[in-house]
């Protein structure tokens, strides 16, 4: 059964950071692509962040520059660094690993 778990999610003042996990098992991690989305209170979810098997990346316009995402194919781990955070990237933050996705962390970013 395939199980991804998140953390690291919280309430964090604008410009602040938070580093989001990803914890996968019953897959073969290392062959799949991994992304996070997010979905902010009454809106659609939106791509935030991708990572082929070859760790190459891709971002969404609005985060690139502040966000990384890595992977770590040993640990069957992804993360997502998240610095100079604004009001705009409050939302719950989903992992998907496939086309599979996790329960999601929420992160509010708020003064």
């Known amino acids: 059964q395939v199980q991804l778990v998140e953390s690291?999610?919280?309430?964090?003042?604008p410009g602040?950071?938070?580093?989001?996990?990803c914890?996968?098992?019953g897959l073969q991690f290392r062959w799949h692509v991994v992304r996070w989305f997010r979905q902010a209170p009454g809106t659609e979810r939106e791509f935030v962040a991708?990572?082929?098997?070859?760790?190459?990346?891709d971002y969404a316009d609005s985060v690139k520059g502040r966000f990384t995402i890595s992977r770590n194919n040993a640990n069957n781990t992804v993360?997502?660094?998240?610095n100079n955070l604004i009001p705009e990237d409050t939302g719950i933050y989903f992992c998907i690993v496939g086309n599979h996705w996790g329960q999601g962390t929420p992160v509010t970013v708020s003064s």
């Open 16 to 21: 602040g950071s938070l580093s989001l996990s």
């Open 23 to 25: 914890a996968a098992s």
């Open 50 to 57: 991708f990572i082929n098997r070859a760790a190459a990346e």
């Open 79 to 82: 993360s997502l660094q998240m």
């Open 8 to 13: 690291g999610g919280g309430l964090v003042q």
